[in-house]
Nanobody
Framework: LQLQASGGGLVQAGGSLRLSCAASGRTFSSYVMGWFRQAPGKERDFVAA????????HYAHSVKGRFTISRDNAKNTVYLQMNSLKPGDTAVYYC???????????????WGQGTQVTVSS
């Protein structure tokens, strides 16, 4: 499974961005999908995850109520809508795919390249 993230950029605090992650190579709908982020000098952190059907989602406390994860299995794409962005959201954002059950904080099997999100104050 290959993953290609896009949609990052520079935005002012309070603004919005939508990240996309396009998958190819295998049956996308079989995978739990997640978003992670890594700020400079910090470890990579979990952001959000969505089950293969889209019925179940899970968010990090820091983004709950501001970010929304969704997926379109017909387009083999997962999205991360980010609203009310804060400078603390600045990071490289990665999408990832997990085989098996919906365990958002479990191990992910496939990773895309990152997309930079920068939020200015």
């Amino acid at each position: 499974l290959q993953l290609q993230a896009s949609g990052g950029g520079l935005v002012q605090a309070g603004g919005s961005l939508r990240l996309s992650c396009a998958a190819s190579g295998r049956t996308f709908s079989s995978y739990v999908m997640g978003w992670f982020r890594q700020a400079p000098g910090k470890e990579r952190d979990f952001v959000a995850a969505i089950s293969w059907s889209g019925e179940n989602t899970h968010y990090a406390h820091s983004v709950k109520g501001r970010f929304t994860i969704s997926r379109d299995n017909a387009k083999n794409t997962v999205y991360l809508q980010m609203n009310s962005l804060k400078p603390g959201d600045t990071a490289v954002y990665y999408c990832a795919a997990r085989v098996g059950t919906f365990y958002p904080l479990g191990e992910y099997d496939y990773w895309g390249q990152g997309t930079q999100v920068t939020v200015s104050s």
